[in-house]
């Protein structure tokens, strides 16, 4: 069965950068669409940033120019370059897969896999 499995969390200090890795198993990268969400303390999961076929990005407009989404083909995997981070940046970062036709890239209802996620510290 389909795996996510996010790696690279950490605490930083504000300004500092972050790279996520999110490694699929049984679900090859570039299929369908990928994407980044997070959970923040208090708040509901929030699209991040996304992929479609290695080309077609979309980003959140509190990361747009901070984050870089990718993925290597190669190694089956996708990123997250996340820099100049801020404390609002703080939280639950989830890799997710396989989007829904049609429907809005940072929908969390529409994505069909997800990892359990990884903790993103900023203060």
């Known amino acids: 069965h389909v795996q996510l499995v996010e790696s690279g969390g950490d605490s930083v200090q504000a300004g500092g950068s972050l790279k996520l890795s999110c490694a699929p198993s049984?679900?090859?990268?570039?299929?369908?669409?990928m994407a980044w969400f997070r959970q923040s303390p208090g708040k509901g999961r929030e699209g991040v940033a996304a992929?479609?076929?290695?080309?077609?990005?979309y980003y959140g407009d509190s990361v747009k120019g901070r984050f870089t989404v990718s993925q290597d083909y190669s190694k089956n995997m996708m990123y997250l370059q996340m820099n100049s981070l801020k404390p609002e940046d703080t939280g639950i970062y989830y890799c997710a897969a396989e989007k829904a036709t049609g429907t809005a890239w940072d929908d969390e209802r529409w994505y069909e896999y997800w990892g359990q996620g990884t903790q993103v510290t900023v203060s």
């Open positions: 049984e679900y090859t990268v570039g299929d369908d669409w």
């Open positions: 992929v479609y076929g290695g080309v077609t990005t």
